[in-house]
């Protein structure tokens, strides 16, 4: 595998490697893919016919993500519905048995989805009971399906409603007009939501669309013209269409906000209010809003009401904001200075799988993956400063096994479905436990198993206190220097209806009781070395010196345990710090404060046995990716 090593600079370097011998079948915008062309020959109430390749691209082995062994397991998560009309939603058991549309029935074994999960058995009759919907579940659980089902499947046959479409050779503009509006935070997410909308309007005349930015206007405008049933757009795009009266949002049936709390944050609020408010939107009562997520803070649950009837349900599976306990946690110790070791061994260590790495900065993405790839790592980067181009081409390397380690900044922690990814690491922790939720729930989709590991240290304290009622609710180990932000004042505990995790009043999850996860705090305290769930006695990765031990000096001030050693020592920091040496590490790090902090310094490079290392471990060629 000659093609690790290289000279050249800049991000993403496995990835323009590898173009260059795959440019053809990257040079598609995701809004310029296929999707099922309607004919007026055909005969709208029966089913179209088949187009088998692109059957193959929408519905094959490539992208398929099969469930996992806890897939059953989804049935045990307490549902809850509150409504202010308090009506009573039966739900369904199966596809078969609700009334969906014998061409969406279709797609739905397309797609191999055998039994509607949680969160499909309530929202698809809440939907086709013309309900207002907010729904609250898990990661990975198909909410993504739980609106588009019924969405769609309400619209199909109805040859009416269908937009019209530019006729070839004619050259009046036509204004798109969506019956379904879906809109998603960022770019990546609206074209896999797209890619969704092609596989379930298959075979329908609903056309679907998507339009973000970064891309070409005037070819996604192209792709408007044609004809535009279902939508699915960034928020500013699509107020520049709307402001350049490309679109109009006159006949929208259904509105749908994807990772709504996202969607309704100080970041896209004013955007949100007006693509809904203060554009042609109907606002007649015949349109249904609909919201989804994973989490919903206690106070954009509030300001969703402004964009939702008043009789709307509220839907959750599970407690709001939690994460799914397939995931297993790992929280380490790691100072900032070694965080760059502590990952190559970590990657060396673990069995080559698709592995998404978390970072803040845009800068620190470019650099930790200029840095992993010169030691022979098969990485690419996804981050805001990346063009378009560059960010759609990272993704598909990562999909397609070219580039199974993927550096992303928080644009890549919400929504994004990608199969088989196995880890997911926090090389820098976010600060919002909602963020850390949706940045972990990458792993572990449709009951499957994964594992998140984040390095932990005092420039993280802020998210230590809710980080730590996450572990305890799934069940996770608890490490001796996060059990000083367990302990909270009475009133903590007490409380109801807070923004608190345990303190909300829609808290529907594992019954854990203020109590309970007091005491549950003091035992883990008082635990002795020997305790199983001891931190440093996990069998994920290598053994070594507990975490506290008198290597470490205690920092009373700040509640958690700092490493006390000599900086250049690498070798033994890393020791200490992950649990086992490895002679690989023998170098030293400049530690200055911006991007670049973990450069090696000059003359003191990795061995040349780490690139043989990562190179043979992470063969891109030699691993089953899929
Ligand atoms: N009923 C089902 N049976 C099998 N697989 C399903 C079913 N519903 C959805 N899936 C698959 O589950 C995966 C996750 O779905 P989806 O992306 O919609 O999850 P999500 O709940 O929106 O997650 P997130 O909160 O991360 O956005 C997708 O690959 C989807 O095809």
Redesign the pocket.
């Known amino acids: 595998m000659s093609g690790f090593k290289s000279k050249e600079k800049g991000a993403g370097k496995w990835v323009q490697k590898q173009e260059q011998q795959t440019d053809s079948e990257k040079r598609q915008w995701a809004a310029l893919r296929r999707r099922y062309e309607w004919k007026d020959s055909y005969d709208e109430t029966g089913i179209a016919p088949r187009d088998e390749d692109l059957e193959n691209e929408l519905f094959g082995e490539e992208n ?2 099969h ?1 996992g062994i806890n ?1 059953s397991k989804y049935e045990e998560i307490k549902v809850n519905i509150k409504s202010a009309d308090g009506v009573q939603i039966e739900p369904i058991n199966s596809f078969d048995e609700s009334n969906l549309h014998k061409v969406m029935k279709e797609n739905i074994e397309l ?7 949680p ?2 058995k309530y929202s698809i009759p809440i939907i086709t009971s013309k309900k207002d919907l907010m729904a609250c ?10 609106f588009l089902i019924p969405v769609l499947s309400q619209l199909f046959g109805k040859r009416n409603l269908a937009a019209p479409r530019q006729q070839p050779g004619v050259l009046r503009k036509i204004k798109s007009e969506p019956l379904v509006l879906i809109i998603a935070p960022s770019r990546e ?1 609206a074209t ?1 939501i797209f890619d ?1 909308c092609r596989k379930f309007t298959y075979r329908s005349m609903m056309r679907p669309c998507v339009v973000y930015g970064g891309a070409d206007p005037a070819l996604q405008k192209e792709e408007l013209a044609k004809g535009c049933d279902v939508l699915t757009a960034t928020p500013g795009r699509l107020k520049d269409f709307l402001e350049r009266g490309i679109i109009s949002l006159r006949r929208v049936k259904f509105l749908v906000l ?2 709504a709390d996202r969607m309704l944050d100080m970041g896209f609020e004013d955007d949100i209010r007006i693509i809904v408010q203060k554009s042609d939107l109907v606002n007649d009562g015949d349109r249904q809003t609909l919201m ?3 989490t919903f803070p206690k106070k954009i649950q509030d300001l969703a009401q402004d964009f939702l009837a008043k009789g709307y349900i509220f839907l959750t599976v599970g407690r709001v904001g939690g994460t799914t306990s397939d995931i297993t946690q790992k929280i380490l110790y790691v100072e900032e200075e070694k965080k760059r070791n502590q990952l190559v061994e970590m990657l060396l260590k673990q069995p080559p799988s698709r592995t998404l790495i978390f970072v803040k900065s845009k800068r620190g993405a470019d650099s930790l993956d200029e840095y992993l790839y010169n030691q022979g790592f098969p990485t690419t980067s996804i981050h805001g400063d990346r063009t378009q181009r560059e960010r759609e081409d990272a993704l598909i390397s990562f999909k397609n096994g070219r580039a199974p380690i993927l550096i992303a900044t928080s644009v890549a922690a ?4 990608i ?1 088989n990814v196995m880890h997911v690491i926090n090389y820098d922790l976010c600060e919002q436990i909602d963020e850390y939720v ?1 940045r972990i ?2 792993t572990a ?2 009951g499957n198993k994964g594992l998140a590991t984040s390095f932990y240290n005092e420039n993280n304290s802020d998210i230590a206190y809710e980080l730590v009622k996450i572990l305890m609710e799934c069940n996770q180990e608890i490490p001796d220097f996060l059990q000083s932000h367990g302990d909270m004042p009475n009133d903590e505990y007490t409380r109801v209806g807070t923004s608190n995790v345990y303190g909300r009043e829609d808290y529907k999850g594992r019954p854990i009781t203020w109590d309970d996860s007091r005491n549950n705090y003091r035992n883990n305290q008082n635990r002795d070395a020997s305790s199983p769930r001891r931190f440093q006695q996990s069998n994920f990765y290598a053994q070594g010196p507990p975490l506290n031990s008198p290597q470490y000096a205690s920092q009373p001030e700040r509640g958690f345990p700092v490493v006390n050693l000599p900086k250049a020592n690498n070798q033994y920091n890393s020791e200490i710090s992950h649990g086992y040496s490895s002679p690989h590490m023998n170098q030293n790090f400049n530690s200055d404060d911006d991007g670049s902090r973990n450069r090696p310094l000059p003359g003191n490079n990795w061995e040349p046995s780490v690139q043989q290392e990562a190179q043979k471990q992470w063969d891109p060629n030699a691993v089953p990716w899929k």
């Open positions: 398929h993500v469930t897939f797609a191999k989805y055998k039994v509607p999960t969160v499909q579940a898990q990661t990975g659980s198909g909410k993504t399906a739980a997410l896999q969704e994807d990772e989804f997520s994973a919400r929504g994004l479905d199969k949706h729930g990458r989709r449709v």
